[in-house]
């Protein structure tokens, strides 16, 4: 008997027949997204609440280059901003990219770490002051702040790496989800959950779960670095924004733990496991589907590809192309293997590409990767592509260049199913060797598609959470109950340290009178022995 | 459009046709219950895991008085001891109960909470005593031993209350979910996940989660006190035994962290919230059920009561009856009441029972809290009794008596779902005020109906996600990458004292060699200065 199938029904059914549950009304939600790669997924969930009936509001700039003004699921409220947010600009981040990997090329030394943090300081001291502008922007235009209070939503559904949307939030009084991996300067878990930072890796170690006496030491240090940053480039321009907009009963801080419920795009196949929070609904790959057949042109391609099948190649949205010199010596690796590959690429074609390789300017990346051809997927490491290449159980040779991307090829390196390598040390035959490895050693395949079994193996399937839970938002008015007032107290209270301070003084004087008392004693014992030898 | 509705749909089918999860066939699973309530919910899972086709296996004591040998839904293996464990001897908890109720009546005084404490120790190192003895008595036992190794078993379900099951697992190397609120000597939480006691409350310490100054003080005293009592009452026996029977590698603690899986007898619309792990999943209710048609008698007594309905009455599994002059307080205070009461009640009959008053030996609890004539619970706060009260929306009035069911009530009363009253200090005026005060205030209802549409407002009902979380322990032979093994680690590293040892042992060492530095060249400085003015 099939015990497994029946309880999964049992389980369908008994969420089919929940009765009690309150009914409700299509809802309003309102997204403040995030532009880039992040709108990508931020898309997805808006489909997904559109075709469930709700009415979605997007709040958009302007100069916005990915997210349209129209768009059968959503209204589009734009806004014009003196100059375009940063990563607004298609340009963006190839420029950004080319300098980040001149400066990794010289890597290992001081300076670099010095330069290579600064420039990442730098564009994200730029996008956050660009962010508070837009707050403003919203906050001092009462036509729009009228139409704001009057569309009379539900919920706010924002991803805070950019914060736009917390203090909309909280100016309009209204519940808030998010949909999350990163809020302001790291990783969403470091400021919702206690995360010791002796098994809990903080953004930009590169460090796993599993740390020596030396990589917890670096590991404290990035820690320490992050709170940094947090505190003296991102914080104060939006704590400037909270005191002036809302009085100085609260913080910037205080409002970015306030979402009722944290969509984390996360899941612990992936993820290392640390503490987490009750509003913390884990949706990692919830923009994975099944593949669909390919169009005829690429499906006759990688049919021809025989018994070895095909790889393929994609950097993500931000990035179209990569330097030249790497470009020719990847085409160079290329070249020399048996199987077809399929590589989007936007720049100028390497004069040395080989016969076997297509140029394509997009690709149905999920469609390719669910192929029973595709033998390999080449990826910067973006999460998108990441959680794909789990979901359809493709090993991944990983050449990360930007952001998480070095965070999120580890993860997978340390469950060998990917193989890594540095962008700024790649020749053709190091390239060719790497991807061979991927496609000969079985473990890679068999770890991914064991990562692939057990993020399939979920009580309710990624999407669904999200949906549920904001609804979930949306019929209770919020999920007070499901949020701690924690990070309301003073940080020496949230730490006991004003208990602690209290205990040690307690001790102190309990010990300090005793040992007087003892000494005064002592001190009348001796005379007395003193005037009776006398 | 009933958007809602519509949205479950979806989430059913998409549950229902999950593809490419492992089939299986029906699994093996071993259980080490705890005696006394506890088995009363362990026994509910045991016959859902029945009816989804696996085959249960109940190691039992042959002196037990819950646990019994024949039922349609295991089998069960019984191991003799030298004298029965404590919990299972029908009167233990009367006995006990009485002294403790004893002793809080002179309550206040320093003396009486040592003595409290004291009673409470002497039982729990008794009951841990035992439990270790019957390790003891498995692993001594060949035929026993060679028996359960022989069983196959896929996974051992334990309740860590009494952790014979934790040994027994890691004995026969199977993985282990645990059903469980509370471990050796506290709340399961503790030892799992990070538990700042600036907001999470230490058991025992009857606080909530916003606690002043005075009450942060007092919870850390609790929180210590729970450790020390681990550390120096529970834990000696089982390491014991640990080093005995698995050598030194390996300590007690490490073991009982060691499970897959928690299936938390826990939800957080009652629960305050706190940080949680990846491998915690919350099932707090799952043995709610819609109610069913009373035994028509007892219908018809309810049915008599009119617009006033009925009051129900019950203290649980283990406490059969109150001591006299308690009881005959409560009978006066019920004959007051315009409301016909149903009072579950074993010992002698009070001589001033009202007319209303219907004394039963057993009632269908749940069926009773179900039915639209109940307006009110009596209740001593034990777990089960509460969520089905939760369950069903009907306000609590509680006598908190033994364990937690005093922070069990506390939780309900910081809702504003229950009134409370000491037993101790209960007389038939006080009494009936607070029953009359939660029939007749509408907040206690409301509070207690709200918390009743949050807790069965969940994306899987806790029933399904305990067997969910089983069979995929089961499917996957464990569960590993949801469990940190930060346990492993050794308490200085854990906390990362070792870290900041170094750390300040670097920031010493270069300051002290930068003022020694200044200090000599002062001094040649002075020199230079002295021998040119000579």
């Known amino acids: 008997m099939n015990v497994l199938k029946a309880s999964h029904c049992l389980l369908a059914l008994s969420v089919l027949f929940a009765t009690d549950l309150p009914s409700a009304l299509a809802g309003k939600v309102l997204v403040f997204p995030v532009d880039g790669s992040h709108w990508v997924n931020m898309n997805i969930l808006i489909g997904v609440l559109h075709s469930s009936g709700h009415e979605v509001t997007v709040v958009r700039t302007a100069s916005s280059w990915y997210i349209k003004e129209d768009s059968p699921h959503y209204t589009a409220i734009t806004v014009t901003l003196p100059e375009p947010i940063n990563i607004e600009k298609p340009d963006f981040f190839i420029t950004f990219l080319s300098k980040m990997l001149e400066i990794q090329k010289r890597g290992g030394s001081p300076l670099a770490f010095v330069e290579f943090y600064w420039q990442m300081l730098t564009s994200l001291y730029g996008m956050h002051r660009q962010a508070s502008q837009l707050v403003v922007e919203i906050f001092e235009n009462p036509v729009l702040m009228k139409q704001l209070y009057e569309g009379r939503y539900d919920v706010v559904l924002t991803d805070p790496g950019l914060p736009v949307g917390v203090l909309v939030a909280h100016k309009l009084g209204l519940p808030m989800v998010y949909n999350v991996r990163w809020i302001t300067s790291g990783e969403g878990h470091f400021v919702v959950a206690p995360s010791p930072p002796s098994y809990v890796p903080a953004a930009g170690s590169l460090m796993s779960n599993r740390m020596s006496f030396g990589e917890r030491v670096k590991n404290i240090f990035h820690y320490v670095l992050n709170m940094c940053i947090d505190q003296f480039i991102v914080r104060p321009e939006y704590d400037k924004l909270v005191a002036h907009y809302f009085g100085l009963e609260t913080d910037f801080y205080h409002l970015l733990q306030g979402a009722d419920i944290w969509l984390m795009r996360s899941d612990f196949i992936f993820e290392f496991p640390r503490p987490t929070m009750p509003n913390i609904i884990y949706i990692g790959g919830f923009q994975c589907k099944p593949s669909e057949p390919l169009p005829p042109d690429l499906e006759e391609f990688v049919k021809g ?37 399929i590589w989007r690429h936007l720049g100028e074609r390497p004069h040395n ?37 789990i979901y359809h159980g493709v090993p991944v040779v990983g050449i990360p260049l930007l952001f998480d991307q070095f965070e999120n090829m580890l993860r997978l390196q340390v469950r060998g199913a990917a193989k890594v390598l540095d962008a700024t040390k790649l020749d053709s035959q190091s390239f060719l060797e790497a991807v061979q490895e991927v496609l000969h050693q079985p473990s890679y395949r068999e770890n991914m598609q064991r990562l692939s079994r057990l993020h399939k193996d979920q009580p309710t399937q990624p999407q669904d959470s999200a949906l549920y839970w904001i609804e979930y938002v949306m019929r209770h008015k919020g999920a007070a109950h499901l949020r701690t007032e924690s990070y309301k107290m003073p940080w020496y209270s949230y730490h006991s340290l004003d208990v602690m301070a209290f205990l040690l003084a307690v001790v102190l004087t309990v010990g300090g009178a005793v040992i007087l008392t003892i000494r005064y004693l002592c001190l009348c014992l001796c005379r007395r022995k003193k005037s009776k030898l006398e």
């Open 353 to 389: 590409l080989g016969n076997n390789t297509l140029l394509v300017k997009w690709l149905p990346q999920n469609d390719l990767l669910g192929h029973p051809k595709t033998r390999a997927f080449v990826a910067h490491g973006g999460t998108n592509g990441i959680y794909e290449s």
């Open 305 to 341: 590809s025989g018994e070895h099948g095909v790889v393929i190649m994609s950097l993500g949205t931000l990035v179209k192309a990569l330097p030249s010199e790497i470009t020719s010596e990847i085409a160079a690796g290329f070249a020399q293997l048996p199987q077809r590959v």
